[in-house]
């Protein structure tokens, strides 16, 4: 296994308990989800594949916002670069080779479809999202679900990942690229420089982009996925909400980050020390949950968001610090709508 198992390939353990489902006739479970442990949920085939495509569309994000802060744009696209972001994509495509055929039941093939072909996401991908889940819909209410169909599904979950882990990769190698030239001081620079940018910028990504064409356009929808998406690759809790005088106080703690396993291993294949890219992605992670909680926080309250630890910085678990207090901050919805959805007319 080339990246970590835990760290980055929770796709396999999710795509494994879709067959299982399946194989059950549990197609209610196999759409909708179902929570597995005390601090897991597998997904639902919906969720799940609205939730990578997301990210799909936030990982080329992260690299281009990377780049532009190091005034690098065509960074990726040198030729020494763009070898060893190929040579480490493609390691990425073995793992996922060697956990289809662990898992075996049809996924081997459906993974080497996917490494056939082109890995961008298709023009038409959002149409054909929806499709799915109209016939998906349709066939969970008469108590059916094809397996020609569930291989369209996990074809498009398996395309998603290999393509958002390609962009990913990426980031960490030209990380690493301008440590090599400009050492860790070079990777925060640029960093500090977008990281006001990349916040609302991933917003408009996820919320006004990725996540309606997706068929998640509601207040529902988006709690839906809010409340499974991330499970699709993370194993994550919140701990008891506590209060602090006036405010109230959440930790979510991340236990593993597909970010942090890809980029430890190619600090790893570059020869750089542990930890030395971490800037490069925590940070950009820190200003993207706070977008998101001034985004759904009521305005009856006023929010903060702050990273305590991180895998990529520390080395430890995640844990991500919500402060709310009591407040009239009907100005920060007004803020968020302008900032990700336009000015009202």
Known sequence: MNYSEFHNHKWARNLGLALGYWEKGEYEKLWRGEQVAERDWYPGLRVMAAYWASVEHEMPLRLATLLRGAALPGLAGEPAVAARIADYAGRFLADMRELAAK?????????????????????????????????????????????????????????????????????????????????????RDAVAATEGDFMWDVSRAFFATALPKAGF???????????????????????????????????????NCELAGVYEAVERWEGLP????????????????????????????????????????????????????????????LEVQEKVFGAVE
């Open 274 to 333: 542990p930890r030395s890219l971490g800037w490069g992605f925590c940070r950009y992670c820190e200003v993207h949950g706070l977008a998101t909680m001034m985004i759904t926080m009521p305005p009856m309250v006023s929010p903060a968001y702050e990273r305590e630890v991180s895998l990529g910085i520390d080395g430890s678990a995640c844990r991500f610090r919500l402060t709310t207090l009591p407040a009239d901050d009907m100005p920060r919805i």
């Open 217 to 255: 356009e509601d207040i529902g929808d988006l709690m839906e996925l809010g409340l499974r998406g991330m499970y699709a690759d993370q194993f994550f809790h919140s701990e008891p909400e506590r209060a602090e005088g006036d405010a109230s106080v959440r930790v979510s703690v991340l236990e």
């Open 103 to 187: 898992a075996g039941r049809g996924l081997p093939a459906v993974v080497e479809a996917v490494a056939a072909a082109p890995l961008d996401m298709p023009p038409d991908w959002a149409e054909t999202m929806r499709a799915l889940q109209d016939e998906s819909e349709a066939v969970v209410a008469v108590g059916a679900f094809p397996r020609s169909l569930l291989d369209r599904w996990l074809g498009l979950c398996a395309r998603s990942v290999a393509n958002y882990n390609r962009f990913l990769v990426a980031g960490a190698t030209c990380a690493a690229e301008l440590v090599r030239r400009g050492g860790e001081a070079a990777l």
